[in-house]
């Protein structure tokens, strides 16, 4: 079987030989606070992958009259995929793309063979435009065109096979659609879907494609795209992705709580960079605690926390921490002798990476690398520093007691650390250990295409910084 | 048209399995695939080949194949 990873060097190539430089596909920091919690591949350059692999082992010189793509799963950078031939005839290929047996993207096209293509000596090089973003209500009115273009010698590299095999202007349709969907319509918060194509022979002189939004489904926040360009024609679905999660500001959080209700509390927030980190800390300070937050890669974010809480009044500062690096050398570096009374541990890996009904042992073992070893590893580095720490939080998950079918590993691993904190509340005498079983919680980790019912973090952290107080 | 057949052919499609056998109790609770992603797919499947459209109340109420043809049997 023949299999591959995407890196983010093939991803920026892809951009630039598309357009499509969408965030969600090329930016590690703000991808990691999107669905998928790294820089997915674009859709249109699996599927191409895909087609090259297949025009490699059949060795035809085509011309594409039909083409159906559907994007079932999200390919995220450095997973392995595998390439199928489902299906093929004289004149159809059906492939697929497999993620651990999986179907990701489904490809399906009908052809005819031809004994060679005409060069298009493409007119416009392809630049980095802006990425736009396209409010639902303005969402029916979406029309415009982009250019057809092909980069020939990064098209060399990428799709050796399809530059010599497909006709250059449906190259250049094909990677049109990833730059209409990921760019402009409807740009940043976007999801490509599926598309269904048909090809017509037509002279190449005019090297635009056109697009209009024909429908919006509210229901599914689905849009259907129709594309028309010289070639080509069909239709784009497109889903809208939801913006990654604002948590409440500073000053939201200061109305909540009494100014000095927290004072009692040097508070070191693991993870406290977004999410329900981000909430503890700002209520924490609002209520008069000492807050250090830690951040992995999320430097941006944490330094604009403690901006918004400074500028409040606050008491915050940030420090870079890797809970998954060795204990040796990485010791908490904390300036001016400050030592936390108050430990909470925030730090995860994205969490709906598990498949309904299988248990992935590497899997599990990364949630615990990050819930059990890392939390361990952070209370050892709080006494390497001399802190005296009067009690710990640790955030398990009412999935302990009801396992999602696609979070089995999650699930066990909070369960691993649940247990850790027992253990703890014997063996250490001078330090409380609390945890509970959230409910599944408004963040970037929860957010999804479709409706599901989050609650809200503010009232359950604030239950649970004051838990702390006592 | 056997409404029975168009389902089974849908749902075949959707979950790509050609030898899946529903009936009326095949649900989300028995079909471990049928997640919010397939979930979508069939409605948009079944609304596409029926040339029918769905409320969101009844996108929310069809959790098995007995509730879409409850639903369908409103429309046709």
Redesign the interface.
């Known amino acids: 079987m023949i299999t591959r990873t995407f890196s983010l060097e093939n991803q920026i190539s892809f951009a630039e030989i598309s357009g499509d430089f969408n965030p969600l596909h090329v930016d590690p920091i703000i991808a990691r606070r999107l669905l998928y919690g790294d820089p997915a591949v674009h859709g249109i350059h699996a599927a191409l992958w895909a087609i090259d692999v297949w025009l490699k082992k059949n060795g035809y010189i085509v011309n594409l009259t039909s083409l159906k793509i559907e994007f079932l799963l999200p390919i995220v950078i450095n997973q392995p995929v595998q390439y199928l031939c489902v299906d093929e005839t004289k004149d159809s290929f059906y492939i697929s793309i497999l993620i651990s047996g999986k179907k990701a993207v489904s490809i399906k096209a009908s052809f005819l063979i031809v004994n060679s293509h005409e060069k298009i000596r493409f007119n416009s090089k392809m630049v980095k435009d802006e990425c736009k973003e396209v409010a639902v209500s303005d969402i029916l009115k979406v029309s415009g065109n982009v250019d057809l273009n092909v980069d020939y010698v990064l098209a060399n590299k990428l799709f050796p096979y399809i530059v010599n095999s497909l006709s250059p202007i449906q190259i250049s349709e094909l990677l049109a659609t990833t730059k209409i969907v990921g760019m402009r319509c409807p740009g940043l918060q976007s999801i490509f879907s599926s598309l269904a194509l048909k090809f017509k022979n037509a002279a190449s002189n005019c090297l635009q494609m056109n697009y209009d939004v024909e429908d919006f489904d509210e229901r599914f926040s689905r849009i259907t795209v129709n594309i028309l360009s010289a070639s080509a024609s069909g239709r784009l679905y497109v889903f809208y992705r939801p913006p990654y999660k604002q948590q409440p500001s500073y000053s939201d959080m200061h109305k909540l709580v009494a100014r000095s209700e927290f004072s009692d509390q040097r508070a070191l927030i693991i993870g406290g960079s977004r999410g329900l980190g981000e909430v503890t800390a700002k209520l924490l300070a609002s209520g008069g605690a000492e807050v250090a937050i830690t951040y992995f890669r999320g430097s941006r974010d944490a330094n604009s926390i403690v901006k918004d809480v400074t500028n409040g009044g606050g008491n915050i500062f940030s420090i870079n921490y890797d809970v998954m690096s060795p204990l040796e050398g990485r010791n908490l570096s904390i300036e001016n002798n400050w030592t936390p009374t108050h430990l909470y541990y925030f730090a995860t890996p994205f969490i709906f990476d598990g498949v309904r009904g299988e248990f992935n042992n590497e899997l599990f073992n990364k949630f615990c690398d990050y819930y059990v070893t890392g939390f361990v590893n952070a209370i050892d580095n709080c006494k390497a520093v001399g802190s005296n720490l009067k009690k710990v939080y640790y955030p398990s998950s009412v999935a302990v007691d009801t396992p999602p079918a696609d979070m089995i590993e999650y699930s066990a691993a909070k369960a691993a650390a649940e247990s850790i904190c027992r253990s703890f509340n014997i063996t250490e005498n001078k330090t409380e250990f609390i945890f509970d079983r959230l409910p599944r919680l408004d963040t970037d980790q929860t957010a999804s295409v479709f409706e599901v019912d989050n609650n809200d973090p503010v009232p359950h952290m604030l239950r649970i910084v004051r838990g702390m107080s006592n | 048209m056997n409404l029975d057949i168009v389902l089974r052919n849908i749902f075949r499609e959707v979950f790509?399995d050609d030898e899946l056998v529903i009936s009326d109790s095949t649900s989300k609770d028995n079909v471990?695939?049928w997640?919010?992603?397939a979930h979508?797919k069939l409605?948009?499947a079944v609304e596409d080949f029926l040339n029918i459209r769905?409320s969101?109340d009844e996108?929310t109420f069809i959790s098995s194949v007995g509730d879409f043809k409850e639903s369908i049997n409103k429309y046709i």
């Open positions: 790509d471990m695939e997640d919010s992603v979508v409605v948009l769905f969101l996108v």
